[in-house]
């Protein structure tokens, strides 16, 4: 038996076995069936302590390999995946009034976003079970994500992504050699695409929330926090949410360190929603604690990474960050796009514009006189250059001169 002691329904809690089921609970279906992934903690327990990490040499997200299910460690790719920074900014934090402030950057991934975590899991889980091709629809960023960690591995690589997708993330989907069909749809379409077709095809599915391997490796971005501020977990941690599923392995990594008896508390995750593409966020001000609502909304948002209008792991997402005491609140586009020169002027980290979305709810909560005196960390999901379009919609243009410094002189 491998590692991964069961796959258990977040609706009905029925458990199964990792080699009986592939995506979803057959009972309740696609969005209420997702699986989530449970372990031996009664063994890993004895196994990852503190001191544990501490002798730990692998300054990747593979350091946590107990914790992700991952049984064959031949298929763990070369590229540098996760333990990104977290930068710490004191007096940022004292203008906001908050005890600390810390960001952690996953722009720094392989291919520029928080997706890396995610895509470099499920491919090794591609390999274990010898699928050749493999698919998935995205916004952008977990297609790249992909494409970049099968590009050196024998699976072949199809994506669909909206036809809106920034030219960036198509270019990188491009240069890794995935075969992109661009829809002409919302990123809901493309979804409901590419699940026939993996279905009609036999391909594997990469695609949010369905494919229970993803929250996994999402889940490090909240061990990696837990480790670098010496298991002295923030008060608050923001995260960008479109699907629900990065902010489902965040709460998921906190609740794993917690029951390994290696943080004594876990941090109120607060969810962040474009105004005009936050199901998750309504669904959350109806929830209480029965079955998850679930209204579906036409998604209208310049973030082009979390806009979703049908949430696919919108049940776990509410469901763990209600359990955890976090909370949900929403930007609009244009606090968005002020969030991303904001953030890059104060902090020097430049994000795209969902990346910026946790910032520009922090700056709305701290308006609000909410978070003084509280340690805050803001998660940047994804590099300010994966979307220059939106990033030029927050400055003014440069200054054109003729080669003089008379010319110079004048614009000063
Ligand atoms: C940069 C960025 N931030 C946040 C998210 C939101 O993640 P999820 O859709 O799992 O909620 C995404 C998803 O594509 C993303 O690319
Ligand atoms: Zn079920």
Not at 50 to 72: A, C, I, K, Q
Not at 338 to 354: K, L
Request: glycine share 8%; charged share 20%.
């Amino acid at each position: 038996m491998g590692k991964i002691s069961a796959l258990r329904c977040i609706s009905c809690e029925k458990e199964f076995n990792a080699d009986e089921i592939e995506y979803t609970c057959p009972s309740c279906g696609q969005r209420r069936g997702t699986l989530e992934v449970i372990y031996d903690y009664r063994k890993l327990k004895k196994i990852l302590t503190r001191r544990y990490f501490s002798n730990n040499g692998e300054h990747t997200m593979w350091r946590y390999l107990p914790l992700l299910p991952v049984e064959d460690r031949r298929f763990v790719q070369p590229l540098r995946v996760g333990f990104t920074p977290t930068y710490q900014f004191p007096h940022l934090a004292s203008h906001y009034g908050l005890e600390a402030l810390f960001i952690k950057d996953d722009g720094q991934n392989p291919t520029a976003s928080y997706k890396d975590r995610a895509s470099s899991v499920v491919v090794i889980k591609a390999q274990e079970k010898h699928k050749r091709v493999i698919t998935c629809a995205s916004t952008g960023n977990a297609a790249s994500s992909l494409a970049g960690f099968s590009a050196a591995t024998d699976l072949q690589t199809i994506i669909f992504v909206p036809r809106t997708t920034p030219a960036a993330k198509v270019t990188q989907l491009l240069v890794y050699g995935a075969k992109v069909f661009l829809v002409d749809g919302s990123y809901d379409a493309a979804y409901d695409l590419a699940s026939e077709a993996a279905e009609t095809f036999g391909w594997y599915n990469r695609s949010a929330a369905l494919n229970p391997y993803l929250v996994e490796g999402k889940k490090t971005g909240a061990l990696e926090l837990a480790e670098q501020l010496s298991w002295n977990v923030p008060d608050v941690v923001l995260v960008a949410v479109g699907d629900g599923s990065v902010i489902s392995g965040i709460c998921k990594g906190f609740e794993e360190f917690h029951s390994l008896g290696l943080i004594e508390r876990i941090p109120q995750v607060v969810g962040v929603q474009a105004e005009g593409a936050a199901a998750v966020a309504t669904a959350f001000q109806r929830y209480n604690g029965g079955k998850v609502t679930i209204e579906d909304v036409e998604a209208q948002t310049v973030a082009d990474s979390i806009s979703v209008g049908k949430p696919r792991d919108i049940v776990k997402a509410v469901t763990y960050v209600a359990r955890n005491g976090g909370y949900f609140v929403t930007v609009t586009d244009t606090e968005i796009i002020t969030g991303i020169s904001t953030m890059a002027r104060q902090t020097g980290v430049f994000a795209e514009p969902a990346g910026a979305a946790p910032f520009a709810g922090l700056v709305k909560l701290v308006s609000k006189g909410e978070l003084s005196g509280r340690r805050v960390a803001v998660m940047v999901t994804g590099n300010g250059l994966k979307d220059i379009v939106a990033a030029r919609k927050a400055v003014e243009p440069a200054v054109e001169i003729e080669p003089t410094l008379i010319a110079v002189e004048e614009h000063l």
